[in-house]
C-alpha cells in the first residue's frame, strides 16, 4: 500500500512511509511510533533513521511529549528484537550446522565459529548493532540462537535503543516541519551498509570458492 501510494504521488516509498507513520501516530498516538518501530525491527528496509524524526515532528507539533516518543519508541525496539531473538531460539545451533553441512561453499564449522565468537563478543554486538541500519535487526537471531540470557540481551538492546532513538526523535523535535532535510543522507548511510555487506559477501564468496578449488586440484 504504501509503495502504491508513493508511484501513484510520484513520491518516494521512504517519504511516503513516514508519511503513513505520522498519520498513524494521528490516529492511535505515540503507540503508533512503538508500532512501525518493532515492525522496523522484524522488516529491516522500514528505515527506524526516517521514522524516528516523525516522531519527533509529532511532538514539535504537540501531538504527545518528546520523550513519551521516545519510550514508546525505545519499546518498540525492544519488542521487535525480541521476536527476532525467539526465532533464532526456536532454530537453535544443531539446526544450522545441519543446514549450514548441505549448503554449498558452506560449513559446520561456520556455526562453530561464529557461536565461539559472540559468546565472547555478543554484548557489545547488540548495543554497537543497533547503531548500524539492517544489523540492528539480524543481530538479534545470533542472540537468540547462542541463547545469551535473557535479562543481557535486553539490557543491552533497551541501552543501544534507547541511545539511537533518543537522537533521531531529537533531530526530528528540534527540526520540525525541516525533519525532511536529513532523508537524502539517511538513504546514503543505507546505502552504504548495503554495499559493505554485499563486498564482504563478494569476498566470502570468492575465498571460499578459491579453497574449493584449491582442495580439487590437490586431489
Do not use: C
Not at 183 to 200: E, G, H, S, T
Request: proline share 5%; net charge positive.
Amino acid at each position: 500500500m504504501i509503495l502504491a501510494s508513493a508511484a501513484a504521488t510520484g513520491t518516494s516509498w521512504l517519504a511516503a512511509l513516514v508519511d503513513w507513520v505520522v498519520s498513524l501516530m494521528g490516529i492511535i498516538g505515540p503507540a503508533g511510533v512503538g508500532i512501525a518501530i518493532a515492525l522496523e525491527n522484524i522488516f529491516p528496509p522500514i528505515p527506524s533513521e526516517a521514522v524516528l524524526p516523525a516522531a519527533g515532528l509529532a511532538a514539535h507539533e504537540g501531538q504527545f511529549d518528546v520523550w513519551v516518543a521516545i519510550a514508546f519508541a525505545t519499546a518498540g525496539s525492544v519488542v521487535g528484537a525480541l521476536a527476532l531473538y525467539w526465532i533464532g531460539a526456536l532454530v537453535g545451533i544443531e539446526r544450522l550446522r545441519w543446514l549450514f553441512a548441505r549448503i554449498p561453499l558452506l560449513k559446520a564449522d561456520d556455526i562453530d565459529r561464529t557461536v565461539a565468537w559472540f559468546e565472547r563478543r555478543g554484548g557489545l554486538a547488540v548495543f554497537f548493532g543497533r547503531f548500524i541500519p539492517i544489523f540492528r535487526s539480524l543481530i538479534s537471531i545470533p542472540a537468540g540462537v547462542v541463547r545469551m540470557p535473557l535479562w543481557r540481551f535486553l539490557l543491552y538492546t533497551a541501552i543501544g535503543s534507547l541511545i539511537w532513538n533518543t537522537v533521531f526523535v531529537l533531530i526530528g523535535w528540534y527540526l520540525g516541519s525541516a525533519w525532511h532535510v536529513i532523508l537524502p543522507y539517511m538513504d546514503i548511510a543505507q546505502n552504504v551498509v548495503i554495499v559493505v555487506v554485499a563486498l564482504a559477501v563478494a569476498v566470502f564468496l570468492f575465498v571460499r570458492i578459491r579453497a574449493v578449488l584449491r582442495e580439487r586440484r590437490a586431489r
